[in-house]
């Protein structure tokens, strides 16, 4: 058997399987968050909570209506994403400009809520989602053994990913989403409107957080409480990438779950607390994250 630094390749293969899997999520959710905060600066602490929306209305859905897989995978973040622009109109837009504390605890507040009360309903005993039939299985690389349903998610999030930041950052809807956030009172006299923009906004960065649940839904065990343990490791991703860098949200999402599985194989012991490391050390020597702009 080969090994590498003492670790088998197979057990090395996986855990980079798994990191990477990880990184597929960090970076969907890094990405909403940036999204949301780099172009509307609202620190949105109710992200775990859409993320965990969209498991379990994948869920629910199937139970109550049998609506498939590939049809949830469309129809989930709308309806989470239109939650979500809810929120914004009743509650963020009337603290709209104030210190970014007030959308931090007024998002928290919300997270809170939407948990407790499906904990009430559903419990934190756990739902499962059966894996769709084209993704039972996978295939023999040789050096490991690649799910097809994990090879999905990698791929999806990735597209996902880069058609984000393709839109927001070369084409001119995403020009019209900086420009509005940026200076609302001049788009305003192009006839733009711009609180409908901002709604819109921080709709699809739900939507971001509701498509990592719907793929999260076949993997994990669907609980009220899912959203709230991944929460805290993806602001430390943002953090790390940079607050408000699209681009750093996707690429530091990826890198940390490689990290973290790396160190889940030569030293298990620090996979918890690794990522919260590389954001110490990061916030010493780059006070803006990696790809952060200077003020």
């Known amino acids: 058997m080969s090994m590498i630094f003492g670790v088998p390749l197979a057990v090395l293969s996986g855990q980079l399987l798994i990191g990477v899997i990880n990184g597929a999520f960090y970076a969907l959710l890094s990405l909403g968050l940036a999204v949301i905060f780099g172009l509307l600066k609202i620190i949105n602490f109710a992200h775990g909570a859409m993320y965990m929306l969209g498991a379990l209305v994948t869920v629910v859905l199937f139970d109550a209506l049998g609506i498939n897989y590939w049809v949830a995978l469309f129809l989930v973040p709308i309806i989470v994403g239109a939650f979500g622009m809810l929120i914004e109109y009743f509650l963020l837009r009337r603290i709209a400009g104030q210190d970014h504390i007030y959308s931090l605890l007024l998002t928290f507040g919300v997270a809170l809520i939407i948990q407790g009360v499906l904990t009430n309903i ?28 994990r090879a999905w998610v990698i791929v999806a999030a990735l597209l996902v990913c880069f058609g984000t930041w393709f839109i927001i950052e070369k084409t001119k809807l995403g020009s019209y989403l900086r420009a509005g956030t940026e200076d609302s009172q001049l788009m305003q006299g192009f006839g733009i409107n711009v609180p409908l923009l901002i709604s819109l906004t921080y709709g ?90 200077e003020a």
Do not use: Q, W
């Open 204 to 293: 699809f960065g739900v939507m971001l957080a509701a498509f990592a649940g719907v793929l999260a839904a076949p993997i994990y065990s669907v609980t009220p409480v899912m959203g709230s343990s991944i929460l805290i490791v993806v602001f430390a991703v943002v953090v790390i990438g940079g607050m408000g860098s699209i681009g750093g949200a996707i690429i530091t999402g990826i890198l940390m779950g490689v990290v973290e599985g790396l160190t889940k194989t030569f030293y298990p012991p620090a996979s918890s607390a690794v990522i919260f490391l590389v954001m110490v050390v990061v916030l010493m020597f780059r006070p803006t994250g990696l790809f952060g702009k």
């Open 122 to 149: 559903y419990g934190v005993s756990g739902l499962r989602y059966t894996m769709p039939d084209i993704f039972k299985g996978g295939v023999n690389l040789g050096f490991m053994f690649l799910p097809y349903y």
